[in-house]
Structure formats: structure tokens, C-alpha cells
């Protein structure tokens, strides 16, 4: 290893598990990586048997996960401390954490060590949607423009719903914290020590989660506002600063117990955190008019335009917010609320095991099975905004199988998936190219087959299986720009990101059927997802079956 | 065992084997049963892997299944043949099969063993949903008093469809079959060794199956309505009689070599058949204003009504027909096209046991789940009466566990089965009693408490286990009359039925959120069901998770 080359860290937080990846600052060649397991809950996360919609994590493993990956790290790849430049962090969002007057969690208070409320609320709890609704109603009232960034409507997953419901069910958490951090505002100040007072906050999280972007001049709406929602809002709105930043911002240098924790200076750079889908589309090496595809659990479709360029407002995005994924550029991020979940969740209870599912569903032609399935399990997101939509299978008979089911659902995603790339060029948003990354992109070429043929365009697959990791290094990268790293994140981006491994074209014998169940999967969508429109449904399972016996 | 007692022998013919049950002719007490699993096929039955809308079976497996059980009852009891004082028979319907000028099935010849167009046409084949539609159209405009009685529609499951198909797509057997016979006529012309033309045709498949019930003076329609359809079909009906029997009717006595082979008198009498659902009406005791439901794989419902009373025409049943079920009475014949299929169906692919579901799906509460489904996995027999539809399930989340799904699956036959009585009753056919019966009812308690709660009715269960047989044996009674057996249907049923062995009764805090979810699984119905029907559906997801949020 040659003592010139410099390094930099990628920390990401993820539902499951934090991922720790060091790479080479120059030819973005992922050095060494460690993950750790959150211990708490299930899987990390933490859930209730008498509420389906609770999803908490308990802070404690945050600490621990940075502090087991990166000792891991260094042990692993041997480096010269003084090689490695700067630290980026990713984390889920909107995942906002209700901490105490020095930004400690209240979580880790002995008081408050078992109630969920005063844990992280995860991006997936969606305890929250009576309060979003009052949101929603009221910014329509007051605040009409605040709505017209983020699709239309204030989501129940949204950090301002999840502070108001804490606010109405448990009063002590709710006073007890100072202020709330997106957990992507935790991680940095966690690992610089600052006060909370000096914590910078940054742009993506506000700005897609927290209504705060070009609609209120780049910081949050106005506390006169909030006041007519709660008064809590109101309070917890006061605690926040007026200037947010983007991940070329440096968060913090390592504070004094880290430092000596990780055997790290003090002098190491912390840059200011995103959420993990806006690193991922970085670290998959996103341009204006390429669509970046995190493809994990859930899916964030990623986009960025010039901050030059005219916007209108694109009615069902979660948000348009300046500097939040590339600094100099609008960030536009849209997505499913479960993908990779409900694979998972479908191959828990087959009796198929899912790589057998997997390659059964290979054999299958599009429209074989005779089934349809809209992949609401967790909700919609985009376009709909909408969590209190469930899934739907559609076209079952007594000899629907289990890999038949499988790839209904990997469609269902897929026609989701085409719904919101029409919603971006309607919108005069161009697409030229996709990028997927994410496990399920890494790992299942079968889905991105069916993507391909769904979408009718090239679906490329970014060349680290790490991108949100990767795109926090790159954002290490830049932080550390004093000590040998990148001037700007895009000059990052083309050392660090390289081009895609592989590429899968449409099948043009599929496109014709795909494009027909897409106009069955659409008229589902809209009878099922838009309060206002009615059609007759009786020919959609005859249409089903007819294309299943064309198909034989 | 007292050496005055009279026996009689019902012979059930199902969809997987034969069952012979040995019955005391006054007391009703079952002696001895045999069963015998047919050979040919998967579970009997034989599948294409190029069509799943085929199913047939092997008319050897029939004579061998009346063999290997009757002899096999005749050593268990141990009576003397003489008591033994006739033989009543039960079989699936619509189950045509093509014979030979001497009534023997074409399957029988070594030619036509293996083509599955030359075996017996099995109820739930369905590949003849277009010569259905051909049928009902011709019906339409020059017969429709034809289809007032079966419906309005005429199904890809009866007779003259599948007639026709075989015509259409295997001329060879089409022209090899000088007649076809239902299941329920042949294995009483087996038994006898009735010549073809002296084969005594059963009103109960002839009306419920093949139009001819009352709209045709109680034969089959005429030859010139089918040969403006088909010339084959207008030849068939030329080989059918115009005079049709009830079970109250002998159809002949043991053929000298079927005498020889059981070790039973030639001078046994064997009963006319019906098909197993309207006997399993009489074994569970059917009367005037009680319906009667076999809930096995799939459901029947059976009513009767007095030749009196002047019925309207019901739209969507499979019937009115004059002594199909008791000789003095209408026969009303409706039905679930799968019901026990659609369970064991899933239990095929979850990973949970089918004993381990039932427990876990008896600890729900109604509305838990969220889920809410179509039970139309084999399409739809009352009161659509259209088999291209298939089963849904809506509500699904990441939560969603095997045995909500399982429950969700009982509900919507239960939901079905709601529509079937309000559909008799909106037409004056009163429901003052329900009897359930078959495998189901005898064994499942959690779906008996499920069907009371929802249709808001005491549910009684039928004393015999296999009122199907008892049934067969109750005409076999009345068969043997002139040997020590009962006058009339009536008479033997107050002998030989008993008394239910059981009541369930409606849980009354289930019963109003059974009827909220009862109004969604009827526009779900009529949605996708009805092919004028125009609704906005958008608040049916959220209605679920309402319901569900309240049931906790």
C-alpha cells in the first residue's frame, strides 16, 4: 500500500444494522467494511404486539455500531491513522430522535431506557398519520405553499407528524426533550461532541422531511405557524437553527473521547450527514436527468436538476429541495415504501425457500400466472403519499403457486416503479438513464430483468453493492479536502464512483405484455389510491386470464 | 346383530375416491364404510400441465372403486346379502362421459385409455368456458326461457359445454361417443348392465346440469335449439330420452356378472343417482324453507320448495328443477365453486400446518387482520355465475401473517355464502334453518363459528359425517322397499337422518363488525363482478385499517 494514497470513511446507518466502508479517495476502490447488527428489537428494530404501525430503534446501538465498524475497520485494512482524511455519514430518515438539553438521547437515560417514545423513531413507524392529516389540513389552510415541495401532503413517516403524535400520547418524553435530531443530525454531533446549540443541521432531512426547503427560503416554516397546530410544535421549532447544509459542509472535527476511543485525531473532519438514499444516489454516481434507484427494503428514486433550471411543483413527490443530494443542484427524491420488505415478508411464509422462489419465478413468462398485485404493504409514497393503503394480489386460483405470487409481487414493484418515472417526465423531468443500486440490485438479477422489461429502458447496476456507504465516503472525501481529499463533491463523485457493472436490456418480446398489465396495474392504482375515481372493474380478471392463455 | 334387520348401500362418488357406507334402513346407524382413492391422476384427478382449466378422471377407476368397496363392506359387517335390500348412488355433476353404442365409456378401449377427451369430463373442468358463452348466447336469442331457470347463464361446468368443446377440439371422440352419460346415470347403468337405450336418466343432473327441468316440460331442449349451435350436439340429444327419473325410481337390478362379483342377489335393486350434493340434502335432512349446505372442496346450497308454490325465476342459481333432490318438491341448487379447495390450497404453500393455521387463525378477532378477500379462486357459481373470475386479497401489510391470510380466506366463503341466502330470500324462497354438512362441517369448528357469526344464523351440523352416502343409501331404502324398506324419500329420511349433532350459534359482538365487513366484501363483489358496476373504491383500504385499529 502506498503511504501517499489518503482514505476516506463512509459510516451508514441503516434499519437493520450500521455499515462502516473505507475507501481510496482516489480510485474509489472500497478498502475494507464492517457491519454491525443493532442488538435491539428485532432485526433492530424495535415493534409492538398491539400496534402494527410502531417501528422504533434504541439510540444506544448507534454508539456502539460506529464505535465496533470503524475499530474494525482500522484493525482490518492497517492504515495510517493520518491517511484517513474525513469521515460522511448516512442514516435513515425522517428517523428524529427526541434528545435532552446536551443532545443526549433521552433514550439513554435510565428514566426513559424502555420507552419507545423516547427512542428513534424510525423512517417505517407510522403511528403518526391522524397527526399528518392534521398537518396536512392545516398547512393547506395557513401555509398552503409549504405543501406544494413535497407532493401535496405531509407524510405520517415525516419528523414534525411523529413530534406532534409523541406531543399527544406521552407528555413526559414530549417535555422532556430539548429538541428532536434526525438521526442524520445525531450520528455527526454524536461523534464531534458539539452542543446542541452548534449542530449543524442538514438540508436534506429538513428539506424533504421537514418541509424545510425553497418553499420557506431554505430553513423550517415559521414557529407562528406551527403555534396553530400545538403548541409543542411551536417549542420544538424554536430549537431549531435558520441555516441548514449541504454534505460539502463539515460538520465537526472527532471530539476528544472519540478520538482516543478510535485512536483517530481530533483533527479527523466529520462531514454533515443526508439520508442514506441521497448518499446512495452519490455513491452511484448521479447526474441531472439520471434516476438513481436505491433498491433495498423500501426505494428511493433519486433525482437532481440545476438549481438554474424551473421547477414547477411535481403533485406526490416527497420533495424538492435545494442541496440535498448534490450541493449545486435541486434534489428530487420520490419512492416505494417496501420492496425488498415485502419479498421478504412473502418468503417468510412460503414453504418455498426464496432462492427457490427465485429461480421458479425465472421460468415464468410475463402474465403466465394470471396475476396482479398492487405493492402497497407499507403504504405508497410516491405518488400517492399515502400509508394507509395496503397490498393487494389479484387473479388467484386454485393453482396459483408460490413463485407465481413471488413474481406478481417483484412486478407489482415494478409497475410502482413506472408510475413514478411517468410522474417526473410529466413533469418535465427527463429521464436518460437508470441506475440501480442496492442490495437487491447487486444481488437478484431476476428483478432487474423484470425492471428492464417493466420500464421498456436500460437499467444499469452502479458499481459498488455499497453506494450509500460509499457516497458518505465521498462525502468524508470532500470534508477532508485540507488533507488531500476532493475540492467538490462532484469532483468526488468522478474519481470515486466508476461505471456501472453491468447492464440489463429490455426483453422486447416482454414489453408488449408488461405494457398491458401496466394499464390493468394503473387502473387498480387509481381505483384503490384516488379518492374520486370510479371505473368498471369486471374485465380486469378476464383480461388476466386472457393474457395468461396467450401466453401459453 | 338382530337377523330382522334391513340394510341398505349408498355409493358416493366424490372427487378424489369412492365411499360405500352400509346403513340400518330404520335406524339410520352407519354399519360400515369403506373408501377407495382413485388410481388415475393426481388425487384422482388428471391435470394438464399446458391447462390448468383441464380436469378429468378414468371411468376404470369407477368400477374398480364399487368393487373394492362394496366387497369390502359386505366382510366388515358380516350380514347376510339378503338383508342388503338396495343400493342407492351419488356422483360429482356436471361430470359427462363419452360411451359406446353399449354404454361402455370410450376410455375403456385401449384406443382412447389415454386421451383425457375420452375420459369423464370431471365438475370443475373448465375449458369450456367458451362453448359456454356460445350455448348461453344461442340460448339468448332463440331459447331464453331455457336459461330462467339456470341462472341466465349457462357454465363452462355443465353438460352441453363440455360436449361441445370435445366436438370442437377432438373430433375422433367426439364422433366415437354414441351418447354421453353423466357419472350419476352410468355407474347405475354399470351396476344393472342397462342397455343404452334403456338407461334411466336422472332429473337432477338432466335439470340442474343440461336444461332440462321445467322450462322444458322435464326433458332436455329440443334437438333443433342445438343444431343451430352444433350438429354434434343436436346428434347427442338425439340419443338422450325425453323421460327423466327421480331417485324414488328404480333404475334396475344387479347385471348377473355384478351380482356374481359382490356375492349379492341378482334381484338387488339399485336406485336411480342423483348428484352428491342434492343427496347430501337428503341425508342431512332437507325439508321445505331449510337450507341445506355440503361444504367440502366446494359448497352446495340446496333448498327445496313445494311443487305448489309458484317460484320466480332466480337469477344466478344453478337451478329450479322439479324432484331433483326430494321427488315431491322443487330442487333450488346453489353453490360455491371452491371452498375447502381454496383452504387446502394455501395450507399447500405456508409454511404453517394446517392444524397449526386453525389455532392460530381461532385467536383472531374479527377485523384483526385488516385483510379482506374474494373467494373465487374457481371462479364464481352463485350468483355470478361465471368462472372466469378469480380470488383477491386486499389488506395486505408487512405484518400480514399465514393465518390471517387463512382466516381472510374463511370469511369470503362466508361472505359468499351471505349472498346465497340474501339471494333466495330477495326472490321468496325463505332460509328458516341452515344445516351445514360434509367434511367442513363435521370437522372444523373454527369455520362453523365463523360461517354463524357472519350469516348472524344458528348453524346446526348434520348427524352423519357423510350425508352424501347415507343419502345414496336413504334411495337405496326406498329402492328396497318392496324388500322391507321405506314407501317414500320423506318416510326414510324421518328415519334415517337423526337429529343435529351440534348447533353453533352467532357470537353477538361479532356479528356487527362481520356485517361492516360484510358490506366491503359486497362491493368488492359487485365491482369486480358486475360488469355495469361503477364505484369509487379508495376508502376500502382505510375502512380495514380502521375497523382493524378499533378491533384491538
Same mark, same amino acid.
Given at each position: 500500500m502506498s503511504t501517499q494514497a489518503t482514505y476516506s470513511l463512509g459510516l451508514d446507518y441503516g434499519t437493520s444494522s450500521v455499515r462502516a466502508l473505507l475507501v481510496n479517495t482516489q480510485s474509489g476502490e472500497e478498502i475494507a467494511a464492517a457491519s454491525y447488527d443493532y442488538p435491539h428489537g428485532e432485526a433492530g428494530v424495535i415493534t409492538s404486539p398491539h400496534n402494527p404501525n410502531l417501528a422504533r430503534q434504541h439510540p444506544a446501538d448507534y454508539a456502539a455500531g460506529a464505535k465496533a465498524t470503524i475499530k474494525q475497520i482500522l484493525k482490518d485494512s492497517q492504515i495510517n491513522p493520518d491517511q484517513m482524511i474525513g469521515i460522511g455519514v448516512d442514516a435513515t430518515g425522517s428517523t428524529p430522535i427526541p434528545v435532552d438539553?446536551?443532545?443526549?438521547? +433521552?433514550? +439513554?437515560h435510565d428514566h426513559f431506557k424502555n420507552n419507545p417514545n423516547a427512542h428513534a423513531w424510525l423512517w417505517k413507524d407510522h403511528t403518526a398519520h391522524a397527526e399528518a392529516a392534521a398537518i396536512t389540513a392545516a398547512a393547506e389552510e395557513k401555509r398552503p405553499h409549504l405543501l406544494d415541495k413535497c407532493g401535496g401532503t405531509y407524510s405520517s413517516e415525516w419528523f414534525w407528524s411523529k413530534i406532534l403524535h409523541c406531543a399527544k400520547i406521552d407528555p413526559d418524553v414530549s417535555k422532556a426533550a430539548h429538541t428532536w435530531l434526525e438521526q442524520s443530525d445525531y450520528i455527526p454531533a454524536m461523534l464531534t461532541g458539539r452542543g446542541v446549540a452548534e449542530i449543524k443541521r442538514n438540508i436534506c432531512a429538513a428539506g424533504h422531511k421537514a418541509m424545510g426547503g425553497v418553499a420557506t427560503n431554505n430553513t423550517y416554516p415559521d414557529a407562528d405557524f406551527f403555534s396553530t397546530v400545538h403548541p409543542e410544535l411551536a417549542r420544538i421549532r424554536q430549537s431549531l437553527p435558520n441555516q441548514l447544509h449541504t454534505i460539502a459542509d463539515i460538520a465537526g472535527t472527532l471530539s476528544p473521547p472519540w478520538s482516543q476511543l478510535l485512536g483517530l485525531p481530533e483533527s479527523t473532519p466529520v462531514a454533515v450527514g443526508a439520508i442514506d438514499a441521497h448518499l446512495g444516489a452519490v455513491g452511484a454516481g448521479i447526474q441531472p436527468n439520471v434516476l438513481v434507484k436505491i433498491i433495498g427494503t423500501s426505494t428511493c428514486d433519486m433525482m437532481t436538476a440545476p438549481l438554474a433550471q424551473k421547477l414547477p411543483d411535481i403533485p406526490g413527490l416527497c420533495g424538492i429541495v435545494p442541496g440535498s443530494i448534490l450541493p449545486d443542484a435541486y434534489g428530487l427524491e420520490a419512492g416505494q415504501s417496501a420492496v425488498g420488505d415485502i419479498f421478504n415478508w412473502f418468503s417468510t411464509f412460503s414453504k418455498i425457500p426464496h432462492d427457490q422462489l427465485t429461480r421458479d419465478a425465472e421460468k415464468l413468462r410475463p402474465a403466465q400466472s394470471g396475476l396482479l398485485a398492487l405493492d402497497w404493504h407499507n403504504g405508497n409514497r410516491t405518488v400517492l403519499v399515502d400509508q394507509r393503503l395496503t397490498g393487494l394480489v389479484l387473479g388467484l386460483t386454485l393453482h396459483s403457486t408460490p413463485a407465481e405470487i413471488y413474481r406478481a409481487l417483484i412486478e407489482a414493484t415494478a409497475f410502482g416503479a413506472k408510475i413514478i418515472i411517468q410522474r417526473f417526465e410529466d413533469y418535465g423531468v427527463k429521464v436518460t438513464r437508470v441506475i440501480n443500486a442496492g442490495g437487491i440490485a447487486a444481488k437478484n438479477p431476476l428483478i432487474m430483468q423484470i425492471y428492464a422489461d417493466i420500464l421498456n429502458r436500460p437499467i444499469e447496476i452502479a458499481r459498488s453493492t455499497q453506494t450509500c456507504a460509499l457516497g458518505a465516503a465521498i462525502a468524508g472525501a470532500v470534508a477532508g479536502k485540507a488533507r488531500g481529499g476532493h475540492p467538490t463533491i462532484n469532483a468526488a463523485i468522478q474519481s470515486m464512483t466508476g461505471n456501472p457493472i453491468k447492464t440489463f436490456h429490455p426483453n422486447p418480446k416482454h414489453v408488449p405484455t408488461y405494457d398491458h398489465l401496466h394499464t390493468l396495474y394503473t387502473r387498480l392504482h387509481n381505483s384503490f389510491g384516488l379518492p374520486t375515481h370510479t371505473e368498471n372493474l369486471a374485465d380486469i380478471m378476464k383480461q388476466l386470464l386472457t393474457l395468461r392463455d396467450q401466453s401459453r
Open positions: 438539553e446536551n443532545g443526549k438521547p +433521552l433514550a +439513554l
